[in-house]
C-alpha cells in the first residue's frame, strides 16, 4: 500500500535524519512507529505524504511514486491546526474543495457525526477543548475517505483521560472502514492499544531497530498481564534503540 | 460556569444569554460606555470656557468653545460646512480607496511570493522613508494644482501602511496552517484565498486605520498647497482673514470626521474579526 524504499532524508543544514528505511504499511492494518524524541520519526511520516521529498529511496503509493501530497492520504498533526476563522464545519469540508456544496455540508456532518460533534458544527475553534479541537481535525482527515490516515503524535497534547477516550474512539473507526493507519508516537501504551505491528526506531541517523507484530485481541485491555508484557518488551527495545545511539556516537 | 465547562459537557453555551441585561438596558449600558470618551473633552472644553470668560486668555487668538459652535453654527446654515466637508471626504474617499487598491495587490503578492518580495520590498521601503510632503512640489509639477496631485498624495500615504500591513500580516502566517493547505494541495490562489489572507485579516485592518489616518493627514497638507474648497482651505481662509475660530472649527470637524471614519473602520473590521479568540478585558 504505501512503500518506503531505501529511503534517506538530509536537511538542507546537512543533518541526516533518516538513512536506508525500509518500511511497508499493510492495507488495513494500524502500524505503530515508535522512537525516542528526534528519531525521525516525523520525518518518515511526513516523507510518506508527501509534505518533503526524499533525498535518496523512493516512496511508493501502490505502483505510483508520491511526489507530493495526494488525497488517498490523510494526516493527523501533533496540534489540531483548525483555521480559527472558520466553524467546526467549515474546517472538516476544508479539504473537499473540488465538490459541490451540499455534498460538502453532507459529508462534514457525517464526519463530525463519525467523532461525536455534529451538534458542534456551527462552533468556533476557540469555543472547543483540547480533545474535541483534535477530534475535529481528525474529521478533516476522515471525510476526503482517505485509504491510508496517517497519524503525528495525535493526542500526546491531550490530558491522559482525553487521551485514552480518543484512542478508543480511532479504534471504533478503525474496525469500521479499516483504513491503513501509520502511527507515529512516543507513548508506548497508546503504540501497544492500537497498533497491529509496532516498529522502534533509532536516532541519529534515523533508521529502524526492531519490528514487533502484536498479536492481542481486540478491544486491548490495558491492564492485562500480556499487554504488560508487551509493554516491557517494547520498553526493552526501546532502551537498546536509545542506548545503542548513546555507544554508537 | 464558563462558556468552556459548558462545552465540556456537551451543552450549548446559551446560558450566557439569560445573564445578559434587556436589550434596551444593555444599549443604555452601552451609550454610557461610550460616552465615557467624551468626558475628558467636556471637562476641557469646559475649562477653556471659564478661562476665556474670566479673560486669562486672549479670546481674540483663541476664541473659547461658545464662539466656535457658532461659527459652525454659521458655516452650516450657510451651507459652506457641507461643500468643504464633502469636497475634503470625496478626495479622502478617492485617494484612500486608490491607495489601498495598490497596496492590496502589492502586499499580497510581495506577501506570498519571496522572489516578487526580493525585488519590490525594498524599492518600497525606501520610497516609504520620504517624507511624503516632499512629493508635494514634483506632483504640483506633474499633475498640476488641481484634484489628481491631491488625490494621488493622498493614496501615497494611506498605500504604506496598508501595503505593510497586508505584507508582513500574510509572511507572519503561522506555517503549520500553511502546511494544512499543502496537505490538501491547494493551488496558489486558493491559499492566498482561503488560509493567507483571512489569516493576516488583523494586521490588514490594522494596516488600513492607520492607512486612513495617514489620508486625513495628506488630506490636509493636499489641501493647504492650493484648494478652493475644502476643511483644508478652511484652515488656510481662516488664518488669512485673521479667524481662529474659523480654524478651529475646521480642526474640530477633522478631529470628528476622523473619529467617524475610524470608527466606521473597526466595526468593519470587528464583523470579519469576530473569530479571534483575543484579549477584552471586561468593563
Same mark, same amino acid.
Given at each position: 500500500?504505501?512503500?518506503?524504499?531505501?529511503?534517506?532524508?538530509?536537511?538542507?543544514?546537512?543533518?541526516?535524519?533518516?538513512?536506508?528505511?525500509?518500511?511497508?504499511?499493510?492495507?488495513?492494518?494500524?502500524?505503530?512507529?515508535?522512537?525516542?524524541?528526534?528519531?525521525?520519526?516525523?520525518?518518515?511520516?511526513?516523507?510518506?505524504?508527501?509534505?518533503?521529498?526524499?533525498?535518496?529511496?523512493?516512496?511508493?503509493?501502490?505502483?505510483?511514486?508520491?511526489?507530493?501530497?495526494?488525497?488517498?492520504?490523510?494526516?493527523?498533526?501533533?496540534?489540531?491546526?483548525?483555521?480559527?476563522?472558520?466553524?467546526?464545519?467549515?474546517?472538516?469540508?476544508?479539504?473537499?474543495?473540488?465538490?459541490?456544496?451540499?455534498?460538502?455540508?453532507?459529508?462534514?456532518?457525517?464526519?463530525?457525526?463519525?467523532?461525536?460533534?455534529?451538534?458542534?458544527?456551527?462552533?468556533?475553534?476557540?469555543?472547543?477543548?483540547?480533545?474535541?479541537?483534535?477530534?475535529?481535525?481528525?474529521?478533516?482527515?476522515?471525510?476526503?475517505?482517505?485509504?491510508?490516515?496517517?497519524?503525528?503524535?495525535?493526542?500526546?497534547?491531550?490530558?491522559?483521560?482525553?487521551?485514552?477516550?480518543?484512542?478508543?474512539?480511532?479504534?471504533?473507526?478503525?474496525?469500521?472502514?479499516?483504513?491503513?493507519?501509520?502511527?507515529?508516537?512516543?507513548?508506548?501504551?497508546?503504540?501497544?492499544?492500537?497498533?497491529?505491528?509496532?516498529?522502534?526506531?533509532?536516532?541519529?541517523?534515523?533508521?529502524?531497530?526492531?519490528?514487533?507484530?502484536?498479536?492481542?485481541?481486540?478491544?486491548?485491555?490495558?491492564?492485562?498481564?500480556?499487554?504488560?508484557?508487551?509493554?516491557?518488551?517494547?520498553?526493552?527495545?526501546?532502551?537498546?534503540?536509545?542506548?545503542?545511539?548513546?555507544?554508537?556516537? | 460556569?464558563?462558556?468552556?465547562?459548558?462545552?465540556?459537557?456537551?451543552?450549548?453555551? $446559551?446560558?450566557? +444569554?439569560?445573564?445578559?441585561?434587556?436589550?434596551? *438596558? &444593555? %444599549?443604555?449600558? =452601552? @451609550?454610557?460606555? #461610550?460616552?465615557?470618551?467624551? $468626558?475628558?473633552? +467636556?471637562?476641557?472644553?469646559?475649562?477653556?470656557? *471659564? &478661562? %476665556?470668560?474670566? =479673560? @486669562?486668555?486672549? #479670546?481674540?487668538?483663541?476664541?473659547?468653545?461658545? +464662539?466656535?459652535?457658532?461659527?459652525?453654527?454659521? *458655516?452650516? %446654515?450657510?451651507?459652506?460646512?457641507?461643500?468643504?466637508?464633502?469636497?475634503?471626504?470625496?478626495?479622502?474617499?478617492?485617494?484612500?480607496?486608490?491607495?489601498?487598491?495598490?497596496?492590496?495587490?502589492?502586499?499580497?503578492?510581495?506577501?506570498?511570493?519571496?522572489?516578487?518580495?526580493?525585488?519590490?520590498?525594498?524599492?518600497?521601503?525606501?520610497?516609504?522613508?520620504?517624507?511624503?510632503?516632499?512629493?508635494?512640489?514634483?506632483?504640483?509639477?506633474?499633475?498640476?494644482?488641481?484634484?489628481?496631485?491631491?488625490?494621488?498624495?493622498?493614496?501615497?500615504?494611506?498605500?504604506?501602511?496598508?501595503?505593510?500591513?497586508?505584507?508582513?500580516?500574510?509572511?507572519?502566517?503561522?506555517?503549520?496552517?500553511?502546511?494544512?493547505?499543502?496537505?490538501?494541495?491547494?493551488?496558489?490562489?486558493?491559499?492566498?484565498?482561503?488560509?493567507?489572507?483571512?489569516?493576516?485579516?488583523?494586521?490588514?485592518?490594522?494596516?488600513?486605520?492607520?492607512?486612513?489616518?495617514?489620508?486625513?493627514?495628506?488630506?490636509?497638507?493636499?489641501?493647504?498647497?492650493?484648494?478652493?474648497?475644502?476643511?483644508?482651505?478652511?484652515?488656510?481662509?481662516?488664518?488669512?482673514?485673521?479667524?481662529?475660530?474659523?480654524?478651529?472649527?475646521?480642526?474640530?470637524?477633522?478631529?470628528?470626521?476622523?473619529?467617524?471614519?475610524?470608527?466606521?473602520?473597526?466595526?468593519?473590521?470587528?464583523?470579519?474579526?469576530?473569530?479571534?479568540?483575543?484579549?477584552?478585558?471586561?468593563?
Amino acid at each position: 500500500m504505501l512503500r518506503l524504499e531505501r529511503v534517506s532524508k538530509r536537511f538542507d543544514n546537512g543533518y541526516l535524519a533518516l538513512q536506508g528505511v525500509d518500511l511497508a504499511a499493510r492495507p488495513g492494518e494500524i502500524l505503530g512507529i515508535v522512537g525516542g524524541s528526534g528519531c525521525g520519526k516525523s520525518t518518515l511520516l511526513r516523507l510518506m505524504c508527501g509534505l518533503v521529498p526524499p533525498t535518496h529511496g523512493r516512496v511508493w503509493f501502490g505502483g505510483t511514486p508520491i511526489t507530493g501530497p495526494r488525497p488517498e492520504i490523510g494526516l493527523v498533526f501533533q496540534e489540531p491546526r483548525l483555521m480559527p476563522w472558520l466553524t467546526v464545519a467549515e474546517n472538516v469540508q476544508f479539504g473537499l474543495h473540488n465538490l459541490p456544496r451540499a455534498e460538502r455540508a453532507a459529508r462534514a456532518l457525517q464526519a463530525l457525526e463519525r467523532v461525536g460533534l455534529r451538534q458542534f458544527a456551527d462552533a468556533l475553534p476557540r469555543e472547543l477543548s483540547g480533545g474535541m479541537a483534535q477530534r475535529t481535525a481528525i474529521a478533516r482527515a476522515l471525510v476526503t475517505r482517505p485509504s491510508v490516515l496517517l497519524l503525528d503524535e495525535p493526542f500526546s497534547a491531550l490530558d491522559a483521560l482525553t487521551r485514552a477516550d480518543l484512542q478508543s474512539h480511532l479504534v471504533d473507526i478503525w474496525s469500521d472502514e479499516r483504513p491503513t493507519m501509520v502511527l507515529v508516537t512516543h507513548d508506548i501504551d497508546e503504540a501497544l492499544f492500537l497498533s497491529d505491528r509496532i516498529v522502534v526506531m533509532r536516532g541519529r541517523p534515523g533508521a529502524i531497530h526492531a519490528e514487533f507484530t502484536i498479536d492481542l485481541p481486540r478491544p486491548r485491555i490495558r491492564t492485562s498481564p500480556q499487554f504488560q508484557s508487551w509493554k516491557e518488551r517494547l520498553l526493552a527495545a526501546l532502551h537498546a534503540a536509545i542506548n545503542g545511539e548513546a555507544t554508537a556516537a | 460556569m464558563s462558556a468552556n465547562e459548558s462545552i465540556i459537557e456537551g451543552v450549548r453555551p $446559551v446560558a450566557a +444569554a439569560h445573564q445578559q441585561p434587556g436589550p434596551r *438596558l &444593555a %444599549a443604555l449600558r =452601552g @451609550w454610557l460606555r #461610550a460616552a465615557t470618551g467624551l $468626558v475628558v473633552p +467636556a471637562v476641557l472644553a469646559a475649562l477653556w470656557e *471659564l &478661562a %476665556a470668560s474670566f =479673560g @486669562w486668555i486672549p #479670546a481674540k487668538l483663541l476664541p473659547p468653545p461658545s +464662539a466656535v459652535i457658532d461659527t459652525i453654527r454659521a *458655516l452650516v %446654515a450657510s451651507g459652506d460646512l457641507w461643500t468643504h466637508m464633502l469636497a475634503t471626504l470625496h478626495r479622502v474617499a478617492v485617494g484612500f480607496g486608490l491607495g489601498v487598491v495598490v497596496a492590496t495587490i502589492l502586499g499580497a503578492v510581495t506577501g506570498y511570493a519571496s522572489c516578487v518580495r526580493r525585488l519590490l520590498d525594498p524599492t518600497i521601503q525606501g520610497l516609504r522613508n520620504i517624507p511624503s510632503i516632499a512629493w508635494v512640489p514634483l506632483f504640483i509639477l506633474w499633475f498640476g494644482i488641481f484634484e489628481t496631485s491631491k488625490v494621488l498624495l493622498i493614496a501615497v500615504g494611506a498605500f504604506f501602511p496598508v501595503y505593510l500591513g497586508l505584507s508582513s500580516g500574510i509572511r507572519d502566517v503561522d506555517r503549520k496552517l500553511v502546511e494544512v493547505g499543502r496537505i490538501y494541495d491547494l493551488s496558489a490562489w486558493a491559499l492566498i484565498r482561503r488560509i493567507l489572507l483571512p489569516a493576516a485579516l488583523p494586521a490588514y485592518v490594522v494596516g488600513l486605520r492607520s492607512g486612513l489616518g495617514l489620508a486625513w493627514m495628506f488630506v490636509v497638507a493636499a489641501e493647504m498647497m492650493g484648494a478652493s474648497e475644502g476643511l483644508g482651505y478652511l484652515l488656510v481662509d481662516g488664518q488669512m482673514t485673521s479667524r481662529p475660530d474659523v480654524i478651529i472649527a475646521s480642526i474640530v470637524m477633522f478631529a470628528v470626521l476622523g473619529k467617524a471614519t475610524d470608527a466606521i473602520l473597526v466595526r468593519l473590521g470587528a464583523g470579519v474579526l469576530s473569530w479571534q479568540d483575543s484579549f477584552k478585558p471586561q468593563g
